[in-house]
């Protein structure tokens, strides 16, 4: 059993990459932050800072292999793909208004709306 | 049926996105002459909240909007009215873009249903394409660029892009209905 997932795929890529740009973004300012914070003798919220910013792009980088899991299109696959997509997706989103960034609530939004439409495809024989 | 549901969900989309770059437009015309001084900030920080806090409903919004999501550099903004608009010339093009990309994305047609996802893949990179040469040129001090050019990369990316999603749900609207129909 097979769907046609090309649009979900597309959809939840394209937030995906959004997702990514985002969160590399914020992971090489988080960096330097944290790097900054350690230099400074507080390792511990160096630390802290260098783990969150990395949040997001590891979200981008899930909801990736989601969206190519998505492009699979059995059923099992699709499946997979929409709920990795949908629950990084949904972190993404928390960690965009956490942060107020902009590129990241719209990619996870792109990505929501991705895993919503591979979730609710139904496969075709 | 669920044809006309979606081009009813693609005008809404279309007519949403629409009054919001009309409410850009608007806010700095129909606020009094130089009443909006220079908001230069940076992008996921309220920089000028007092100044916004006193504006009217609802410009005040659509100012807290462009605090939040755009540097506003007064160099790289719109001024019209002695007003800055909301967000800067790149994010304008971007906004700008978004109604003409849902309204373009119908005209969008592939040969084969195979190359869909290749070619919508190559739409989407050659929307960001432009907008990331420039911005990292600048960005790395090669060169500096033009406002016309800010909000014709602006224009591409949010056109191109919001066009290729708009067929991605397209795609998944036609083989929902093929698929209820069989």
Redesign the interface.
């Known amino acids: 059993m097979t769907?046609?997932s090309?649009?979900?795929?597309?959809?939840s890529?394209?937030g995906g990459?959004l997702m990514l740009i985002s969160g590399l973004f914020v992971a090489f300012l988080g960096s330097i932050c944290g790097a900054s914070f350690s230099a400074c003798g507080a390792s511990g919220a160096g630390t802290t800072i260098m783990i969150i910013s990395f949040l997001g792009l590891i979200s981008s980088i899930l909801v990736l292999i989601g969206s190519f899991f998505i492009?699979k299109g059995d059923s099992d696959s699709l499946r997979k793909g929409s709920i990795l997509v949908l629950i990084f997706g949904v972190l993404g989103l928390v960690f965009g208004a956490w942060?107020?960034?902009?590129l990241m609530i719209i990619g996870s939004i792109?990505a929501l709306?991705?895993g919503y439409?591979g979730y609710?495809?139904?496969p075709?024989p | 049926m669920s044809s006309l549901k979606f081009s009813l969900f693609r005008l809404t989309l279309c007519s949403l996105s629409l009054a919001f770059v009309l409410l850009m437009v608007s806010a700095p015309l129909m606020l009094p002459i130089n009443s909006i001084p220079e908001l230069t900030g940076s992008p996921g920080d309220i920089d000028n909240g007092p100044v916004i806090h006193s504006l009217p409903v609802p410009w005040n919004s659509v100012y807290y909007f462009g605090d939040i999501w755009c540097h506003q550099r007064s160099d790289r903004s719109f001024t019209t009215n002695g007003n800055q608009f909301p967000v800067c010339i790149r994010c304008f093009g971007i906004f700008f873009g978004i109604p003409i990309g849902i309204l373009m994305s119908r005209q969008l047609r592939f040969q084969t249903r195979q190359d869909e996802s290749r070619w919508l893949l190559i739409l989407f990179m050659i929307a960001l394409f432009p907008i990331m040469i420039d911005g990292i040129g600048q960005a790395f001090g090669l060169w500096e660029s033009s406002n016309p050019v800010r909000f014709i990369t602006g224009s591409l990316a949010g056109g191109i892009s919001s066009a290729v999603v708009m067929k991605g749900i397209d795609l998944h609207q036609a083989h929902m209905a093929k698929s209820a129909d069989l």
């Open positions: 769907g046609d090309t649009g979900a795929f597309i959809v890529l394209i990459i492009k942060g107020t960034l902009p792109l709306v991705g439409m609710t495809l139904k075709t």
